[in-house]
T-cell receptor
């Protein structure tokens, strides 16, 4: 299975943009890139996903490198409620199981 | 809203006991998953199921079994609980790609 690599932790200031990187150099041509986040004392929640093109939704933007070996989750204006562990995951389209890594713990400072 | 419920938020069991963790989803999802989460290790997939009476091993199935007799219910069974199974257990369900998680069960085996 293709793996992802993320920094263990990142810090951001409130109301500033945050760029969370993810490396997936062994990604195959059909793997989807998914991002989830886990707020304290809760189960993970879906954030965004993409295949080749950049994606935007109400929560975040996903920028995917042209060679697809890396991607970046962008929070345009971090709030204190965005403090969470963010997981970058690759999903094989032929099945629906996903492998979560350790993720990046984002701290947002007021 | 999709709802995934787990039978207990906190559970304390003794070594050697048989433990049942129940998960119920109300959105008629075909796919259901059991993960465990430990500090520094992220979420690890134990078992998943694509349909009633079907099951697939995840990354760490040893010491666990599962049961899916009805579409909405997916049970995780610890045949003989051990202290190294002390963990947070998370259940999820999905239709296509977005997984919806329950609140988790924190199991302590003494």
């Amino acid at each position: 299975d293709a793996k992802t690599t993320q920094p263990n932790s990142m810090e951001s200031n409130e109301e500033e943009p945050v760029h969370l990187p993810c490396n997936h150099s062994t990604i195959s041509g059909t793997d989807y890139i998914h991002w989830y986040r886990q707020l304290p004392s809760q189960g993970p929640e879906y954030v965004i996903h993409g295949l080749t093109s950049n994606v935007n939704n109400r929560m975040a933007s996903l920028a995917i490198a042209e060679d697809r070996k890396s991607s970046t989750l962008i929070l345009h204006r971090a709030t204190l409620r965005d403090a969470a562990v963010y997981y970058c995951i690759l999903r094989v389209p032929s099945n629906n199981d996903m492998r979560f890594g350790a993720g990046t713990r984002l701290t947002v400072k007021p | 809203d999709v709802k995934v419920t787990q039978s207990s938020r906190y559970l304390v069991k003794r070594t050697g006991e048989k433990v049942f963790l129940e998960c119920v989803q109300d959105m008629d999802h075909e796919n259901m998953f059991w993960y465990r989460q430990d500090p520094g290790l992220g979420l690890r997939l134990i078992y998943f199921s694509y349909d009633v009476k079907m099951k697939e091993k995840g990354d760490i199935p040893e010491g666990y079994s599962v049961s899916r007799e009805k579409k909405e219910r997916f049970s995780l069974i610890l045949e003989s609980a051990s202290t190294n199974q002390t963990s947070m257990y998370l259940c999820a369900s999905s239709h296509i790609y977005e997984q919806y998680f329950g609140p988790g069960t924190r199991l302590t085996v003494t």
